[in-house]
């Protein structure tokens, strides 16, 4: 059964690598585009980014 978590595992790590290029890919065209909104989006993920983190935190305790 543990051998069976390790391969779905390493399957959602490829997935997540390709997707995180296709991410920066569409950070790279926003900023390119729009510098000035793409800015302001960022700045949306990152607060949100962080509360996220401070929920993790919580549980990880």
């Known amino acids: ?3 069976n ?3 779905i595992i390493d399957q959602i ?3 997540r690598s390709k997707n995180n290029v ?3 890919n569409i950070l790279k065209l ?3 585009l729009d510098p000035d909104q793409a800015s302001k989006i960022m700045k949306k ?3 949100d980014d962080k509360q ?3 929920l993790l935190n919580k549980l990880a305790k």
Do not use: E, T
Request: charged share 30%; hydrophobic share 45%.
């Open 52 to 54: 996220i983190s401070k």
């Open 5 to 7: 978590y390790i391969k």
């Open 1 to 3: 059964m543990k051998k």
């Open 22 to 24: 296709n991410w920066m």
């Open 45 to 47: 993920i990152n607060y």
């Open 13 to 15: 790590q490829k997935i």
């Open 30 to 32: 926003a900023f390119k």
